[in-house]
């Protein structure tokens, strides 16, 4: 059934119409019916409040007339009223009523703008016009709403219009090619709303194509947005930036450095950092990576280099010479945490840096970092020799934290320091487990196992020695003793007793060797029964005093003699106690 609003009508009949619908819309606003959807509501053909079904009528409708009628209706006191009318109107076909939405942008409230982008492209025929006008304020505005509203279908229209010198407004579209660019990439670093039918990914290409465009004739219009716009969608291997980054010649060549150093832009510093990751990184790219200085990419590129960099990431960091923010401004290592600066150590000793300036860089740490600093910088001085690197090495061994002690113990006997050696058996008495662990695991030639190896060949003089050293660097020397004791071989079980004495373990051995007192070979129950002369209590006496009727003569014997050492031992001691006592003055 035809509406009278599809019949042509003559121009006072129009008006009257308009007066006629801007009264029912007013009417129906007064206590208008809230709709079920606020965004389908004009569309939907099974809308039944009259309210619905006029809006839905005026968005059809073919006659001109129903655009002045909303028109007037977004003016409407009433909200329903005015956000409906602005539905009908975008969903006309045709460019109608767009000027007048766009006039508005300044004055539009959250409520408007959602209804906008809920329709994509309602405005695009609009806002192409207007940048393409020459009305500079609707330019301003139809700028600011393709940036909004990120209208990405106006790009190349962007972009052609900010290449013509003779626009007053190049600059700005220029920026809103910028803008639009960061908004794309803000878009496809977050999950993908499905929502939109608008699939970013596809969009980047489309948008892409056409900054590849433009940038491969940059110096036609040397417009450096639309470089940067290019630089924070492009990957590392895409055709054009490879062409203009490795050829210093090449128009773009100056500009595109500029802003690879340069931009704040996230995406710019994505793609300076991807090319660490680049087996084949250009060289100037890694320039670029070393000489930026602001803290955020900083922050990220730290991050990126972790606890350690990727083989790839230390093969392109060693194409680096210098690092100015590090050499020229230490300062500013103090500003990093734990993680960076451990990060910061790493990436100095990858790069190419000249000693000296390396060195600064972990002395500046070691006296000034964080706890995480300072042990990764000690640590790294493994990297470095010299007397200098020897002398940090030494002040790294007195730091209050010992994890950065434990850090540098590692590399101290590699640097030939006299008396290294001698450091490190003190350092296995230290009163922190820490240090004591890993100076015990630089004496490894003083391990149970390298002495058992070679205790045979040892002279008496040197067991002794080695000996006591092994029972002080190794915390494993009584359990492993005591499992010799118990071993099959007869062999392997008198060894066992020998080296308890050269390691001067005999009194923390006495459970064990009272218990070789029973063993099944009398050479055994001998070689106890001698060394337990070093033992004093009633339960090593009885032990003996029992041995005195073993079957073999020699166990007889070496239990006798022990028990005479014993006794002579404990009479010493009670004569030196009698002349203490004398002595002392009576009181």
Sequence with gaps: MSSFLDLPLGGEIVSRIHSRAAELLNSLGSKPPKPRNRETAVGNENATTGFEKTLRHLAKTKNEAAVNVLLTALDSAHREVSEGALGALLDRRGDAGGDEILARLDTMDASWKEIIR????????????????????????????????????????????????????????????LELAEELYDELAQPRDYQQRRDPHRVRQFISTALEQSVRHFEKHERTEILEAFLILANRDNVVLKRIIEDPFNKAYLAMVEVLTSSPRR????LVLSFLDDPQAPGSTMTVLSHRRDLTFLGHLLKKIGFEPTNIAKNNLRRIESIPWMTENREILSDL???????????????????????????????????????????????????????LALAALEDSEPRVQAAVIPNLRQRGIPGAMNRLLALVDSPLELVRTAAREQLVEFRFERFVDAFDDLAEEVRTTTGRLVQKVDPRAAALLASEMVKQSRTRRLRAIAMTGAMGMVARMEKHLRELLKDEESLVRTEAARILSGCDGETVVDALRACLADRSAKVQQAAEESLRQIGSRAANEIEASDEIAEEEPAS
């Excluded at 995406?267 to 994505?270: A, E, L, Q, S, T």
């Design 267 to 270: 995406g710019v510093m994505r």
């Design 337 to 391: 945490d734990d993680a960076e600066q451990h990060a910061a150590v790493q990436l100095a000793t990858c790069c190419h840096l000249p000693q000296d300036d390396a060195l600064g860089i972990m002395e500046y740490l070691l006296d000034h970092g964080t706890t995480g600093g300072r042990c990764a910088a000690a640590a790294a001085l493994a990297n470095f020799s010299g007397v200098e690197a020897n002398q």
């Design 118 to 177: 809920q329709r994509p492209g309602r405005l695009t025929g609009t806002l192409r016009n207007a940048v393409v006008g020459h009305d500079e304020q609707q330019c301003e505005k139809a700028c600011r709403a393709i940036v909004e509203f990120r209208d990405y279908d106006l790009m190349p229209t962007l972009i052609n219009a900010s290449e013509d010198p003779a626009s007053p407004q190049a600059d700005r579209m220029a920026q809103a090619v």
